[in-house]
């Protein structure tokens, strides 16, 4: 079964710490994303990444950054987390070309900044 | 600027009646629209997609409707069943691999 893994379901940090979300597909897909889904805003996407090493920012990179070293990982930076960085996180893949079958998302990541 | 629109946030309905979710957009050039659905606290499924090609798809009791000309998509769930409840998300693609995606609307089913 195809699979797009968040390393972690619940994550509760500080102020000003430096948080990273992980992620990892096993579909070999070219394409990864980063959203945050918050309640009545809907999927808002902040990076995602074409091919390893590359990224673009999406429409609310601020207060983030990423990382694709390899191409099965997928790395959110909260560089210095605020609280109003409280929210699920979805990681999410694809191949290159959208044809009608959409991303695969991971389970998501609740982060609670306190 | 939301180039895809939810302007439902819930819609209720009974078991076994029909449920139809709405959705619209703005830019006439997308080329696919996709259905998600999303339980609490897990990532969003893939349901179903539109070609903007074609008018309708069906896969089993859900069917979706594309009227072009009026930039609005429609999800049929017919018999809505309890496990259907849930939030629903409409999304759109341009020529890319970028989804954009709608506030959402969340489905209850009642007994």
């Known amino acids: 079964d195809v699979k797009v893994t968040q390393s972690s379901r619940y994550l509760v940090k500080r102020t000003g710490e430096k948080v990273f979300l992980e992620c990892v597909q096993d579909?070999?897909?070219?394409?990864m994303f980063w959203y945050r889904q918050d309640p009545g805003l809907g999927l808002r996407l902040i990076y995602f990444?074409?091919?390893?090493?590359?990224?673009e920012k999406g429409d609310i990179p601020e207060g983030y950054s990423v990382s694709r070293e390899k191409k099965e990982r997928f790395s959110l930076i909260l560089e210095s987390a605020s609280t109003n960085q409280t929210s699920m996180y979805l990681c999410?893949?694809?191949?290159?070309?959208?044809?009608?079958?959409?991303?695969?998302f991971g389970s998501g990541t609740r982060l609670t900044v306190v | 600027d939301q180039q895809v629109k939810q302007n439902s946030p819930s819609l209720s309905v009974q078991e076994g009646r029909i449920s139809i979710l709405n959705c619209d957009y703005t830019?006439?050039?997308?080329?696919?629209f996709l259905w998600y659905k999303k339980y609490p606290a897990e990532g969003p499924t893939f349901l179903i997609s539109?070609?903007?090609?074609?008018d309708k798809n069906e896969d089993g009791r859900f069917t979706v409707f594309l009227n072009k000309s009026a930039k609005h998509l429609s999800l049929h769930i017919v018999p809505s069943q309890p496990g259907d409840s849930a939030v629903y998300f409409c999304?759109?693609?341009?020529?890319?691999?970028?989804?954009?995606f709608g506030a959402g609307t969340t489905v209850t089913v009642r007994a």
């Open positions: 999304a759109a693609s341009l020529n890319d691999y970028k989804l954009s």
């Open positions: 579909m070999d897909h070219e394409n």
């Open positions: 539109i070609s903007s090609i074609k």
């Open positions: 990444s074409y091919d390893v090493k590359m990224k």
């Open positions: 830019n006439s050039m997308f080329d696919y």
């Open positions: 999410a893949s694809s191949f290159r070309r959208q044809d009608g079958n959409g991303y695969t």
